[in-house]
């Protein structure tokens, strides 16, 4: 993981640490606190399970369908997808170059849901 220090990462930099760990579909770059910071390139499927926290994607490169367990939606570069914790959900039919930031954050079980 790169230091705390390092408030600066770039997406070249984010996917060439993936890409030195081979058979590696994840990592994590960062944390601060609650604050914690992934790349993910899954490869021909998304295997994941639901996570204990809120996370956030932001895609880097890449199309597909994200299924957010109700919806399908279709996404691309630069979109913004949130996951409630514990909400199933997975990218499907997502093109070979696909890649995301992760951002996981909050309280086990994820943040409450604030009025209005």
């Given amino acids: 993981m790169m230091g705390r220090d390092k408030a ?6 984010a996917l060439g640490a993936l890409a030195t760990r081979a058979g590696t579909h994840a990592m994590s ?5 609650s604050l914690l910071v992934k790349v993910y390139a899954p490869v021909e499927t998304d295997p994941q399970a639901p996570h204990t926290r809120d996370e956030i994607y932001v895609v880097m490169r890449g199309s597909g369908i994200f299924f957010d367990g109700e919806n399908r939606r279709p996404f691309g570069p630069g979109d913004f997808l949130f996951v409630a914790a514990g909400r199933v959900h997975r ?4 093109t070979a ?8 954050f909050g309280i086990e079980g994820g943040e409450p849901e604030l009025p209005g």
């Fill in 8 to 13: 600066h990462i770039s997406i070249a930099d």
């Fill in 29 to 33: 770059l960062f944390a601060h606190g």
């Fill in 91 to 94: 990218f499907e039919d997502f």
């Fill in 97 to 104: 170059d696909f890649a995301t930031w992760v951002i996981y």
